[in-house]
Every structure is written in structure tokens, then in C-alpha cells.
């Protein structure tokens, strides 16, 4: 049963309730055109559709806060989890699906990404202790109270795949590119919170982001590409595709990387006839449909990275298993950190 690409909205975000799907892609999309996704990526997302996802479009809302977004992706999660395995049952479709958090991937393009990455590092056991030898206590108790006011028992996103699309870690002055005023907002505490610096410090003193795959393209300037390292030090220092993938690849599970040709915007589009139209007039009008790659690349990864999910979950009952022999054979209560999970 192939079903029809159709968003309603639920909650506060568009969705497209697959009858028989296979898994649930919530996707957050970059500022302005992240706010419409259901007209700028539409095409992207059809594809998804089309290869058995329910697609949860979560509109892009402007802050400089973006803990406070990123947790608010997280609640959101969890009111559409209820709302969809009701809505399901209602139309006669597969349901059960939508209970299990296992079965959820976070997408994300440009800016978005930086959100999915903040809830990857709360995943982590060690996300209080980074955050306050980071930033202090009284940054980690904001965190805490915005998970709090949340309604979540805690903000994580542990064995759920991630697929960042041209990922863009945003400073203050990404939004605002006048240098002296961007400068001016972090000076009074006004600023993207948290910064590039600081986004970055999280990621590389995490142990996750082991179920994490980076789609970048040859010709964007604004998350960088991985022609970047041959480039002059201050376009390889800003090149957030060039330091995520330096970083990643250390991990248990490398990550999954392929640089496609395009732009930033390349994401954006919809259909029409055997072309698609990005909607962009900054970049490429039309494109043929034949010279495109990008779904066909995310629906690979997407795979690929369920497999991984599988394969970590084997790994972890395995040690489970050894950490309970050494109990039983020692009388050891140590306690071991599982958390190279996610």
C-alpha cells in the first residue's frame, strides 16, 4: 500500500502518515526556508515518503536560544508519538511502529543539524558534567530547567540515527553577518547560545555520534565541503563539513560521509515534469531529475544506518552479558559506562 503524500498538521509540526511504514523521519530544515518545509523541501521529502517514512516536517522557529529549541524538538517527539499511534489506528494503518523510539530518525539540513547534534550530546551520561566544567553551573541548571519545563524526564535521543544534510553549527554571526553588531549581542549576553566553539567542545568530549551520517556538497560556502582542507586556514577553521567529518570518523562507528556536487541550498526543490525547481533564485533554477543525487544517497545512508542501530544493539547485550558474568564471578559492583551506544 504505497499511500498518498499528503502533510496535515499535527501538534506543531506537518506530517505525512505512511500506511505501512518502515520508519519515522522528523526533519528540521535551515532558517527561512526550514520554517516552509512543506513547499521548499517538498520534493526531498516526497522521495522519502515514497520509500515507506512518515515524514514529521518540523517548522524552523528564529531564536539565538537554541537549547531551548532543541528541547522543544525533543517534546514534540514525544506529543507525536501518542498523536500519530492514535491517528494511525483511526485510518487503519500500521500503528505500533510509533511507540518504539528506536524506529525514529532525526534529519536535518543546515542549521537544523546543529539542533540534532545538541540532542545527541544531552544523550550522553556525561552531558551535566561537560556542560558545567564547559560553562559553568549555572548554565547546566538552565538546561536542566528547560528539560524540566519540557515535561521530559531527561533530553535524549540515545539509538536514534542521525543524517545531517550540509550542517551549519551557527554562531550569532552566521544570522547576523555584520560583524560589529554580531559581536555587540555576544558582548551583552544577547547571542547565539550555545556558539560554534562551544557546540563543538560538546561533540568532541561526547561518546556518541556513532549513529551519524553527513551528506555535504563540492561548492558550498557556508558549511564548508571537504575540498576545504585544501584551503587557506581561515576557510578550513570555519568549515563545519570539514570539522565534523575530522571528528566523527574517530568514532566506534565512523561516520558515513558523501560529498555530492551542489551548493548549500541544493536540498531545496519540488517537481515538476523530469525536472526539479529548487525555488532558490540565489542559485540553479531547474535542474533535470536525472543529474540529482541527494535522495538517493540519504535513502542508502538511512539504511545503512539502521543496520549500524542493529548491530549496536547486539554489541551493548553482549557486554551486558560479560559485565553480568563479571558480576556473578567477581561480586563486583562497579558500575560500567555503556554509553558508546548512540
Known amino acids: 500500500m504505497p499511500g498518498t503524500f499528503k502533510f496535515s498538521p499535527i501538534s506543531f509540526s506537518w506530517v505525512a502518515i505512511h500506511p505501512q511504514p518502515k520508519g519515522v523521519i522528523q526533519f528540521i530544515g535551515g532558517a527561512f526556508f526550514g520554517t516552509f518545509p512543506t513547499v521548499f523541501y517538498r520534493y526531498f ?14 517548522p524552523f522557529r528564529f531564536s539565538f536560544r537554541h537549547w531551548a529549541i532543541a528541547i522543544d524538538l525533543l517534546k514534540e ?3 507525536l508519538r501518542h498523536e500519530l499511534t492514535e491517528i ?18 532525526w534529519l536535518g539540513h543546515s542549521l537544523g543539524c546543529k539542533y540534532i547534534a545538541l540532542l545527541e550530546f544531552l544523550s550522553g551520561q556525561q552531558w551535566k558534567q561537560i556542560t558545567e566544567s564547559s560553562l559553568g553551573q549555572a548554565a547546566y541548571q538552565q538546561i536542566e530547567a528547560l528539560i524540566v519545563s519540557a515535561g521530559l524526564e531527561n533530553a535524549s535521543i540515545l539509538d536514534q540515527p542521525s543524517l545531517l544534510i550540509a550542517p551549519d553549527i551557527s554562531d550569532t554571526e552566521s544570522a547576523i553577518p555584520v560583524r560589529p553588531i554580531a559581536h555587540f549581542l555576544d558582548r551583552i549576553g ?9 557546540t ?4 568532541e568530549r561526547s561518546l556518541l555520534f556513532n549513529l551519524t551520517a553527513l551528506i555535504s556538497f563540492d561548492s558550498d560556502t557556508l558549511a564548508g565541503s571537504e575540498t576545504d582542507e ?17 571528528e566523527l570518523k574517530k568514532r566506534k562507528f565512523p561516520i558515513l560521509h558523501k560529498e555530492l556536487e551542489g551548493k548549500h541550498l541544493e536540498p531545496l526543490g ?9 525555488l532558490n533564485p540565489f542559485d540553479i533554477f531547474i535542474k533535470p531529475l536525472q543529474r540529482r543525487q541527494l535522495e538517493q544517497f540519504a535513502i542508502l545512508f538511512l539504511d545503512e544506518l539502521k543496520q549500524r542501530q542493529s548491530q549496536l544493539s547486539v554489541d551493548l547485550e553482549s557486554l551486558e552479558d560479560d559485565i553480568l558474568n563479571s558480576k556473578k564471578s567477581s561480586n563486583s559492583t562497579r558500575p560500567i559506562s555503556l554509553e558508546a551506544k548512540n
Open 270 to 278: 519540488v517537481k515538476i515534469g523530469e525536472f526539479i525547481v529548487d
Open 45 to 58: 521529502l516526497q522521495t522519502l515518503f515514497e520509500e515507506g517514512y512518515t515524514i514529521i516536517a518540523l
Open 200 to 203: 563543538q567542545r560538546f561533540v
Open 230 to 246: 585544501c584551503r587557506s586556514e581561515d576557510v578550513r577553521s570555519n568549515s563545519d563539513v570539514l570539522w565534523l567529518f575530522g
Open 190 to 198: 544577547l547571542g547565539a547560545k550555545p556558539t560554534r566553539d562551544q
Open 88 to 105: 494511525a489506528n483511526k485510518l487503519g494503518y500500521q500503528n505500533e511502529i510509533y511507540q518504539d523510539k528506536a524506529n525514529y530518525f
Open 77 to 79: 517527539q514525544e506529543i
